[in-house]
């Protein structure tokens, strides 16, 4: 496949940082994108793939590499091996959003209270997207991806994705490499078939300002989210300079419970479930027809980022002196460029609230989208 012109990534990027790189291609259908990513390993270029642009914050430096564009597209409905469900096989380069909406328009539940999330259908299992309380861990049953290593296709099964709290085994942490280089080249998932539904989540609920059992039309949750969002600032608008970011810049923080209880207790948090399903395996030999009572531990504790960030002083729309960079006036967690903001100004002013969150609680936050070029 042949390269295209580069184009300064401050373009394709909803942070609005990043010069452009040494080499570009673009891949509108799978065998594209595997010709391209095979030749590019190949070649051994430096390398990422970029879908939305709307997880990434690219550093003011050309990028030494070959940026790959993810353009492909297409949702095929496959049955279900369970009753009431069905089953969406969709192409990575397909726009997130206009998924949830193909799946509520169809009466397909499981994917609304995701709505309004940018980013391409292929990212998502990357970050184990989620959104008040619905995570895609939820309906995902499989990807299909290409490995690096060995340039072979595979269908990987959800649970060998090691997901967890906005995390994979394929999500390039900073500081960290992925725990397996590869790149997703379509999802499926398995979706109850309903028209309406039963709010069951806490978060989901409080959102949508339910008070009973009653169920509710997918069509109303994914309205509700999505006007929520927009409040937030969190649906792009190229007029709305508080949604030119990557949404939420910094993860809510896990933390054992013995450190939630040090915070002040108006803290939002919410437990991090166990493992329910969790197998214990006693070896034949030593069974002595008893099975052992199921060990309780602390567990783990979501605590909200946001108030971490109001309460250690940073204000919405605040923004350092000079910086064209700032917290956006809607959400305490949205780093915004308010025009032509630079990637070292952006970057400067997560490390000042970093630092001003450290100082009062003792919490280091950790960035959410993925950086290259960038140091914190």
């Keep these: 496949m042949p390269e295209v012109e580069p184009v300064r990534l401050a373009e394709l ?6 010069a452009a790189p040494e080499r570009m291609r673009e ?3 799978t065998s594209d994108l595997v010709d391209a990513l095979r030749d590019t ?7 990422f793939v970029l879908g939305g642009g709307s997880n990434l914050f690219v550093g003011d430096a050309a990028f030494d590499g070959t940026v790959i564009r993810v353009l492909t597209s297409g949702i095929e409905e496959l049955p279900s091996p369970h009753a009431g469900r069905t089953r969406l096989r969709v192409q990575a380069g397909h726009s997130w959003d206009a998924l949830v909406s193909y799946a509520v328009e169809h009466g397909y539940a499981g ?7 940018p980013g391409t259908t292929g990212a998502a299992p990357v970050q184990n ?3 008040y309380g619905q995570e895609i861990q939820e309906t995902l049953v499989e990807v299909e ?3 690096e290593a060995s340039g072979e296709i595979s269908t990987v099964p959800a649970a060998d994705l090691g997901l967890g709290f906005r995390t994979s085994v394929l999500k390039h942490h900073y500081g960290g490499v992925p725990v397996r280089r590869a790149v997703i080249l379509s999802v499926t998932f398995d979706l109850l078939v309903a028209g309406e539904r039963v709010v069951r989540g806490e978060q989901l609920r409080r959102a949508l300002g339910l008070a009973d059992d009653a169920p509710v039309p ?3 949750v994914r309205e509700r989210i999505l006007a929520t969002r927009a409040s937030k600032g969190m649906l792009l608008d190229d007029d709305d300079p508080d949604t030119h970011g990557v949404g939420s810049f910094f993860q809510n923080a896990i933390v054992p419970e013995a450190v939630a209880r040090a915070l002040p207790p108006e803290c939002p948090r919410w437990p991090v479930a166990p493992d329910l399903d969790a197998v214990t395996v006693i070896p034949l030999a030593s069974y002595d027809g008893v099975v052992p009572a199921a060990k309780t531990e602390p567990s783990d504790v979501k605590v909200s980022a946001a108030w971490l960030i109001e309460h250690a002083g ?6 350092l002196p000079r910086s064209r960079a700032a917290v956006s006036t809607k959400h305490a967690l949205a780093l915004t460029n308010r025009g032509g903001a630079t990637a070292a100004e952006v970057a400067e002013l997560a490390r000042f609230i970093q630092s001003r969150v450290h100082a009062e609680f003792g919490l280091v936050l950790q960035p959410e989208p993925v950086l290259v070029g960038v140091e914190l």
């Excluded at 390993?41 to 390398?47: A, F, K, L, S, V």
């Design 13 to 18: 990027t909803t942070l609005r940082t990043g």
């Design 27 to 29: 891949a509108s259908t």
């Design 41 to 47: 390993w190949t070649r051994g270029d430096e390398w």
């Design 111 to 117: 994917l609304e209270a995701m709505s309004g999330i």
């Design 129 to 131: 997207i989620g959104a």
């Design 145 to 147: 991806l290409i490995d």
């Design 218 to 220: 997918l069509s109303w």
């Design 314 to 319: 940073i204000r919405k729309g605040f923004a």
